[in-house]
């Protein structure tokens, strides 16, 4: 189960964001760090007993401040996914967990490479009801809610503005997302719960790995 500790230690970092609080508590840090993995190495383990994943990524909380006008050093939550196995196999999970009832979970497709996209938008082109029935299926709608994601305004490229499937056609990412109360998150049984969840998006995740290692065809492409 996840540490009311980490809660707390995130809490307190979202007040004291600097980098002298900081080390004055890397000691806490590495404490609740650590605690943060084994729920990571946990959840894969979970996920393992009825799918196909390679490796779990848990995020460094440090931010990169480069690039960005927002130069607060450090993030206040912790965030991990867990790929797939690829090439037959598409998708990843992520978990965050921050407080203050702003811990989530979320699936699917956050950044398809061009060409995948353009195979996803094809394939609803040309037939999208095979995705519909999944993401309305009532069962799938009560764990996942509805498709998010970035979307186009229009049309893309190449695709008529007025095909009856467009509001699939323009999508850029193809997300579900899951909220938790920090109640739920330090519940016993919260990993039982994420990892069901996670189960839950199988009918979508087959989907989208049979269309993106076939042609438009149906053709194998590995």
């Not at 050093?73 to 690829?86: A, C, D, N, Q, S």
């Not at 938790?180 to 989907?207: C, G, I, M, S, W």
Request: proline letters at 4%.
């Amino acid at each position: 189960m996840i540490s009311k500790n980490i809660l707390d230690f995130l809490n307190a970092l979202e007040k004291n964001n600097d980098r002298v609080w900081f080390q004055d508590h890397k000691t806490e840090f590495k404490a609740v760090e650590q605690d943060m993995k084994a729920v990571y190495n946990e959840l894969f383990t979970l996920l393992k007993t009825h799918d196909e994943v390679d490796a779990v990524k848990m995020f460094r909380i440090y931010r990169d401040v480069r690039f960005s006008k927002n130069k607060i050093p450090y993030k206040t939550h912790f965030g991990g996914t867990i790929h797939r196995v690829k090439p037959k196999l598409r998708g990843g999970y992520y978990l965050q967990i921050k407080p203050n009832n702003e811990s989530f979970i979320a699936t699917g497709f956050w950044d398809p490479n061009k060409e995948d996209l353009l195979r996803i938008r094809k394939e609803f082109e040309v037939d999208a009801e095979e995705v519909r029935t999944i993401i309305l299926n009532p069962d799938f709608k009560s764990v996942w809610g509805t498709i998010e994601g970035e979307e186009l305004k229009t049309a893309p490229k190449g695709f008529d503005k007025n095909h009856p499937d467009i509001d699939l056609i323009r999508k850029k990412q193809f997300i579900f997302s899951k909220k938790f109360t920090d109640q739920e998150v330090l519940a016993p049984d919260f990993l039982e719960h994420v990892n069901t969840a996670f189960k839950a998006v199988r009918p979508f995740f087959n989907y989208m790995s049979d269309v993106l290692t076939t042609n438009i065809n149906g053709e194998s492409l590995i």
